[in-house]
């Protein structure tokens, strides 16, 4: 037994080294989370330009009149498309010809006049969220400076605008990109870079002299996933500074709980990169199906960038499998709204059960040695 | 004198085609025994099943004293490999390759210290032990290679094309250190290319198509066949089988 211990010992310290010697790799490994954040933070927070609104006004009056020619006099925005009835819009919104509906109600003028709030819609096109805040926000402030121009000549008027999401409509800041920027990072350092360790080894024919040794494959995986597993630690922790720091993300709940569901999050990305390893021949194979096989889903079927409520609903159906999607929930759950286990538990029961399928998978194909 | 490796009646098969036909021979400790044959022979396969990287379909075989096949756990611990594919971790220095091999094999840090510098003694690399095997010319990285495949003093060596791509005199060296190793009572099981390094085995076999077609002291080989040298005796055994591929294909 005491031998068995200082055979895994020598290999992680082996692995470690790999790591600590390859500079560029660990530089860009160190530095990524940090350089994601601050550029999709950025990137997302652009000042938004050319927002296309629809505007629908059933019985134009001087108030609507007067509140859409400041939206056409306005550089942000650009009116496409005027109709009488909402359904008039309909189209033009589902096809992504507008960005933004104005919904005036009928007798918008009169219920400015005698003091009863006018009631006017916006609907954003939530499909990118952050956008969709952002131009919500604009438009409000328009028809605030508009109500505000009323009553500075005297007269007591209350417009009400009610907002709407459409696709979207949990949404509510550029903070929930920060925990899909996580898992993001954990994917790669952990999915995409063991299945290139490992499938390195197999095409350098080491593998081989590991698996004539009196090594386990269960320690040939382990040593593997130890160290990279240190990484993805350091990585949630950059990523969770840089965010705080640039952005002043929030922190809500435990900091314990996000740690450890990462850990969890990431041995289950560390056992895909096991398993696209042991599929695949080669190092360049292995990279290309760990970055369509992990990476892409993590970003596009995770509800990172679309939100799962808006795909069609096979592809709903798919995203269960996507663990980032699972870790998402966990993450935003924390970090946002500070929950803690007692609502998250299935979350995590379904991770710890990928986490077991896939471990058991991983270690199976991993024993070439009976083939 | 001990048996090292025993095979009887070996037999792999890949689907329809068999690799392996029900081989047997016998390899007696401090042994040099060269398994020889044509690419696509069979070679690769037998040894695969030898070190436990493959299950065979039928037949026996022991490794040191274990069944291959239910004591693969015992086979790997008492044997050392080196693949014809270079076995070094090339990030890594020379000290750092040799602590990983013993330690993977369980050595004790003292142990790994005294044999790792008495090797790089041998190897004369004292001034290399600290750069990485990415540095060293490769017939070193061969020789040391070799050393780190004996670090655990296994009592059966599996060289697999060990001196490909090297030049003369440094396989000439290697072939010295087999037999330093073999003096000591290692068994070394080697194949090879180069049938003049045959010439330096104690006993040879030749795989023809899955099957041993020639198997004794060079010498008593080359009796058998009534030639010169073993490229005779090969190119005789070896043009048969490849004109009925022709044949067939």
Redesign the interface.
Known sequence: M???R??L???V??EM??IM??RQTLTILLLLPMVMVVLFGFALRDDINQVRVAVVDPAPDYATTALRSRFAGNPRFEIVGTARTIDGVESLFRRGGADLALVFSPGFARSLGDGTPARLLLIGDASNPNTGSAMTAYATAVIASYEAELGAVGRRVRIVPELRMRFNPTLESVNLFVPGLIALVLTLVTALMTAISLSREKE???L????????RPWQIILGKVVPYLLLAVANVVTALLAAWIVFHVPFRGSLTLLLVSSILYSLVGLSLGVLVAAVTSSQRAAMLAAVVGTMLPSTLLSGLIFPIASLPGWLRIVTFVVPARWFIVIARGIMLEGVGVRYLWRELAVLTVMLVVLLVAAVRRFK???? | MTTAIAVKDLTRRFGSFTAVDSISFDVQSGEVFGFLGANGAGKTTAIKMLIGLLAPTSGDASVAGFDVATQAEDVRRHIGYMSQRFSLYDDLTVRENITLYGGIYGLSDDVIRDRGDSLIRELQLDDSRDERVASLPLGWKQKLAFSVAMLHEPAVVFLDEPTGGVDPITRRQFWEMIYTVAERGTTVFVTTHYLDEAEYCDRISIMVDGRIAAMGTPTEVKQKFGAATLDEVFLHLVRPAEASHAQSA
């Open positions: 005491e031998s068995r200082s055979a010992r020598a290999f310290v082996k080294r790999h010697r390859d350098r024919g080491t081989e002299i590991l698996l004539v040794s009196p090594l070439p040695r009976l083939a």
